[in-house]
Structures are given as C-alpha cells and as structure tokens.
C-alpha cells in the first residue's frame, strides 16, 4: 500500500525523496512525511492530506543540506490519516527514525510490553511501535543492525521498513517481509524503494531484496543480509537492468495517468504478442515455453483479487472451451481460508498487476505448500509472485501508475487468450483456431483507429448519465466478466454505486431496483447470446429504466437492431476479440464521469495501487 524512498549518495535528499514521493503517490496519498540527517540530528517534517501539504513546510535552507533521507506516502492501516499517524515516526530517544509498509500484527503486545518499561506513544500506528521496539532493543545489542535485526524478528506481519539513524552518518538499514522493497543502484548513490518509478530517473539497475533480508547501503556500496542470522547474502545477489524508463511512467501530455494506459493498449496487446506466435498461415501456432515443461493440468485454479479477478473470470470460458480444461475462478482472500482441495496433478494460476498482492502471495503459497505446481501471472519482473511460482509469464504492459488498473486487464486477456489456445494446441494441434490468432494480431492496429472515436463517445454519454443515481452492468458468456469489471471501475473513480449482473440474474431481485433515475449499462455484442441480453434490456425499458446499449455493427457494417436510451457501436470482430473492444469503451465511459464530476482520477478516495496488506 504505502510508498517508500530512501537515498544515500551525494545530492540533495530531501528535494529527491520528494521527487520519489511524487512517483509513489498512486500507492497511498493520506499524508506524507520526511526524516534526514543535520548536524548529527534526526529532522522529521510530515503533513497530513496530498504531497502539496508536505511541500508547503520544506521551505528551510536545512533541507538542501542532508545527503541521506527517508520519505513516506500513506495508505492508512492504523490510526486516522492525521499529522501524528504520518510517517517516519521516530524511537523513544529520537535516535531513530523509520518508514514502514505493511502491518505488524502483534504490535498491541509489544505496545503494552514497551508502555510498562515508560514509553511515551504519540501516534496511533503499529509503526511507532516498530520505531521505539528498535531503539529498545539498541540499548542492549552491539550494533545498529544486530538491534534492527533483533526487532524484526520479534515483529510478527507483514513489512517493509527504511531505518535512518545519525549513529551511522550516511547509512539506511531496510528490510523486507511479505511487503514489496528494492534497491536501486547508481554512480555514486543508492536508493530503496516500493517500486521502480521512485528512483527511475536516477538508474534502471536494481537489486531485488526477498523476505527475511536486510539491505545496509552507504553511497554507492550496499550488503545484503539475513535476518536471522545476519550472514552475508551479497555474493547471491544480482544486479539486473529494467528495461523501463521515465516516458513510460510519465503522464505524456494526457490529462491524467488513466487516460494515457487506457490509450496505451493497442501496445500492449502488442507487446503481450511479441514472441508468442509461431509459424505462418494455417501453421500458425501460440508459443509459450514457459509451460513447456509443465504437463496439461486436470484442472486450473485460477486466482486472484480485483480487477485481475474479473481477467480470470474472462478466461475462464476461453481456457474451457479452447483448452479444454475445467476451470475454477477463486477471490484469494477466500481462497486461503476455505482450505482448497488441490490434487497434485491440478494447477493454481494466480494473477497480480503488481506481483505483490498480499492475498494472492498467500494463496500461492498455500497452493505451492499442498504439492500444486503454481503459474504466475504478473507485471513486475522479480515481484514476490514471479519469484516464488514454479513458472512465471509476463504481461508486459509497463508500469501503470493509476489506482484504477485499465491495461492491465487488457494484457492479463491477452495472455489468458494465449494459455487457452496453447493448452488446447497440446491436446489437439487442430484446436488452435487461425481466425482467432488473426484477429489477435489485429486487434492493436483496429484498436489504435477505434481509441478516438470510443473516448468521443464516452464523454458524451458520460455527461448524459453521470447524475443518475446508481448503475448496473450487465452481461452474458464472456460478458459477464467485463460487467463487473465496468461497474467495479464507475465504482472506484466516480463513486458511483454500481453493480455488475449476469443479465439473466435481473428478474431473481436486482431489478427492483430499477425505475426513472436508475442506469443500466448492457452488453450486447455481437455474439450468440445477444439475443438474450436485448429480452433483458426491453426488461429494465418496461420498468422505466434508463440504458446504454453497447452493441457491435454486423459484417455488413449495420449495427442490429435495439431499443435503448444510447446505442454505443463497436466495430465489428471476432467474438473473442470483441471483448478486448469492449474493454476500454467500459474504462473511457468511467473515467469521463469521473473527470465530469471533478473527481480525483488518478488517485480516487481510500484506494491505493498495490494491496500489500489483508
């Protein structure tokens, strides 16, 4: 959840924590804060509310001097999203002074454990807890690390925490334990952070940090240890350059980090492509040697949460009916608790933009704990979940930066698409269908001509229906996957409630919600359940209510017949295809009613990026 920067080097850490600050705001904006090392002496400047607040206060000439600093962005766990719960929070003597993502569970015993011995806690969070846990510890260990080390392994949970201490002038200590924490590696100059994006403008070179390990970093140099022994690991680790860079993460002229990676799919479609098709005309055929090496399963658990749920359910048909194999859909939050059958000739396949999501690590590591082979499927190259799964496939969509995730789902489709056509060419080459792998080919450059005129008539609807009361989506076969991903992304930006349905589930109660002030949001493409989803529609038009209709025009360029307030018409395409068409028309329609209403977009109320915490 939260955002992280730490810097040792030569430049001016304060006004470059900051710069990071910005980059990390999408995985918390509840209040922020700044600690570095003057004079021998821990400054801690925090503001409640957005970055803007906190820079208001950095007006001192002391600033410029600290070369080694540690900043934060909240997401709030524990206490209210005050001053006083900001972060860094300092130790009892103020000698220390720490950032942390994550959640120490046991923190309420430690709290009362060190309230007894006289400390004084000013915040509300488990996080000051941690701070004043490491300063006890200091009195009795040898060192700075050996007291970090001590602490940690007291605390029970989930962290990632930046320790700055003026014992060690230029030194930062971080850890890491089921929250995500790297290393960045420059000329001169080191940098831990969240996520890649905060030092991204500095170097691409980063070390990635695994659970239970303690980086100590000095300028240039850095050692990695570990946490229970504190051993040297730093022969064992390895530098590795990210491909990514600053145009990728930056806004590029669009009004908002949403509308850019909307805009950005017919890419992304492309890049998911690259490399995964062979051969030529009738011979062509999905590569994925990836999974080479693992037998086809009996059946697939596909899990993940949010947006990359809805992905999974999306697949689910195709993975069905192309690669023949039965296929179960879970939330992970539920996966892990309701103690899954797994045999051990059945798969897990979870899903996670950020690799990170703390309830799907859990459930692969359930899975991987009963014996089940695990696939990932993520974004972020050396993430917890592409570490840990037996084989990993990456998305490629680059860095997406605003809370509500838009390419992601798109490149999750396009691998799903590929995994159903690739388990159904080992069962039998002639699955594979040729006009299907043409359209997928195609679908960028359609989709590039189609942006345009899709985003046109997203704000027109948008301004139409952004007063209506409430929304519900509604969808059939594949369709049913996009519905709750529309009303899940109105829901996240517009505040708008908004519920997504299978169309036939409207007579058995929702539709007594439906009347004058109520909007439905159908799909109804072009596919042979159509005729279901228009009885559907005439449904909600005989109670009144209000519907945008998103339909497809035939081959011979007429859209079909249908009774709606708004008619929206895609192209037309291949069925499997059409959902990728259908995808961003639900995304453009959201964001234009949020942007309508004046909402904050890119980094809507109580949400962040990265779900790291349960």
């Known amino acids: 959840m939260c955002g992280i920067i730490g810097y040792s080097g030569y430049r001016p850490a304060v006004p470059l924590l900051v710069e990071g600050l910005h980059r990390l705001e999408y995985r918390g904006y509840d209040s922020s804060g700044v600690a570095f090392d003057v004079l021998d002496r821990i400054n801690v400047i925090k503001a409640e509310g957005k970055l803007s607040n906190l820079e208001a206060k950095l007006d001192s000439e002391m600033t410029l001097l600290a070369t080694t600093g540690i900043g934060h962005t909240r997401w709030a766990t524990h206490g209210l999203p005050v001053e006083r ?79 700055l201490s003026p014992e060690e002038h230029g030194v930062l200590y971080a850890a890491r334990m089921s929250a995500p924490l790297l290393l960045g590696v420059g000329a001169g100059e080191c940098f831990i952070g969240s996520d890649i994006p905060a030092f991204l403008p500095y170097t691409r070179d980063v ?47 669009f009004k908002h980090f949403m509308l850019k990676e909307i805009m950005e799919q017919p890419r992304v479609i492309k890049d998911c492509l690259t490399g995964r098709l062979t051969g030529y005309g009738v011979d062509r055929r999905v590569s994925l040697p990836e999974l080479d090496g693992l037998p086809v399963p009996s059946r697939l658990h596909i899990v993940a949460c949010g947006t990359s749920y809805n992905a999974g359910l999306w697949g689910r048909q195709l993975i069905e009916r192309m690669g023949g194999i039965p296929v179960d859909v879970d939330i992970a939050s539920e996966f892990r608790y309701r103690d899954p059958i797994l045999r051990p000739d059945e798969m897990v396949l979870v899903i996670s933009q950020s690799g990170e999501t703390a309830d799907t690590l859990a459930a692969l590591q359930l899975a991987r704990g009963k014996g089940c082979r695990v696939i990932g499927l993520c974004n972020v190259v050396g993430s917890s979940i592409a570490r840990e799964s037996d084989v990993v496939l990456y998305t490629q969509a ?51 001509e189609e942006l345009p005129l899709m985003n046109e008539r997203a704000k027109q609807l948008a301004e139409k229906f952004a007063r209506t009361r409430g929304f519900f989506y509604l969808g059939r076969g ?87 307030e708004e008619v929206w018409e895609l192209p037309a395409s291949h069925p499997v295809a059409a959902g990728f068409l259908a995808l961003p028309a639900l995304q ?21 990026k990265s779900v790291t915490v349960e």
């Open 85 to 163: 719960n900001a972060h860094p929070h300092l130790s009892q003597d103020g000698a220390i002074a720490i950032v942390h993502n994550g959640i120490i569970e046991n923190f309420q015993q430690l709290k009362d454990e060190l309230t007894a011995k006289g400390h004084t806690f000013l915040s509300d969070t488990d996080t000051e807890v941690l701070a004043h846990l490491i300063g006890e510890e200091r009195l009795s260990a040898p060192t700075l690390l050996d007291a970090f080390a001590a602490a940690l392994r007291r605390a029970h949970g989930a962290y990632a925490v930046v320790l």
């Open 207 to 253: 070390v990635f940090l695994s659970d239970g390990e303690i980086v100590r970093v000095e300028n240039e140099s850095w050692e990695v240890f570990g946490l229970e022994s504190l051993e040297s690991r730093t022969s064992a680790k390895s530098v590795t350059r990210i491909a990514w860079d600053m145009h990728a993460a930056a806004k590029d002229g």
């Open 398 to 448: 680059g860095p997406e930066i605003s809370v509500a995730s838009t390419k992601a789902m798109c490149s999750q489709m396009t691998l799903l698409a590929l995994i159903a056509l690739y388990f159904g060419q080992r069962r039998s080459p002639a699955v594979c269908d040729p006009s299907l792998l043409e359209a997928l080919e195609a679908l960028s450059g359609r989709l590039q």
């Open 478 to 564: 594949c369709c049913e996957a996009l519905a709750y991903e529309g009303a899940l992304k109105l829901k996240e930006i517009s505040y708008i409630h908004a519920e997504g349905y299978a169309a036939g589930e409207m007579k058995h109660g929702p539709i007594a919600l439906v009347d004058s002030d109520f909007s439905s949001f159908a799909l109804a493409l072009d596919d042979d359940l159509f005729p279901k989803v228009k009885s559907n529609i005439q449904e909600i038009l005989a109670r009144r209510g209000r519907v945008i209709a998103l339909v497809q025009r035939r081959g011979t360029g007429m859209a079909p017949r249908i009774e709606a």
């Open 588 to 608: 453009l329609f959201s964001y234009h009613v949020a942007d309508y209403l004046g909402n904050d977009v890119d980094q809507p109320r109580n949400l962040a």
